[in-house]
């Protein structure tokens, strides 16, 4: 039963980002954990703050208007103290030009008492670099911007 309740909480967690609705997402984090995105995109980087992750949600919002996740798969295993998940996924966003970008990857979270601790975005950077790239050429300067870290 408790992983079946950790799964719906995800599911509405993505709702919440397919809605535009960042903000019902940032106080599932804990005040310390670790945000993680690979690559070499504005989009990369960590972040370990409640601060400094909410620029990074923001940054988001405005880099991938529209962005809509469909969900694959949920995974969860252990118990509420240390709990392990993945959400498998392919994405859509509108690009400057009016087209669709799209990528797929896995979120990997650790949630300890309902707090996410530990959330890593594994995806396709190099086409997420390459969409960045072709943003900042239309002139949309964060597009190009380093990455928000804090660590």
Not at 62 to 68: D, K, T
Not at 123 to 130: G, P, V, Y
Request: with cysteine; hydrophobic share 40%; proline share 4%.
């Amino acid at each position: 039963m408790y992983h079946f309740i950790v799964g719906r909480k995800l599911q509405r967690a993505f709702r919440d980002i397919n809605a535009g609705a960042y903000e019902r997402v940032l106080p599932q984090f804990a005040a310390a954990h670790r945000h993680l995105m690979h690559g070499h995109h504005p989009l990369a980087g960590e972040r370990r703050t409640l601060a400094s992750t909410t620029q990074w949600y923001a940054r988001l919002k405005r880099l991938l208007p529209g962005l809509r996740f469909d969900i694959d798969a949920i995974a969860v295993t252990g118990w509420p103290w240390r709990t392990i998940a993945t959400v498998t996924w392919k994405d859509r966003f509108t690009l400057p030009d009016g087209s669709t970008g799209a990528n797929q990857g896995v979120h990997e979270f650790e949630l300890r008492w309902g707090r996410v601790h530990k959330l890593e975005v594994h995806c396709d950077t190099a086409k997420l670099e390459n969409y960045c790239r072709h943003m900042a050429a239309a002139g949309i300067a964060e597009a190009a911007a380093a990455p928000i870290s804090d660590v």
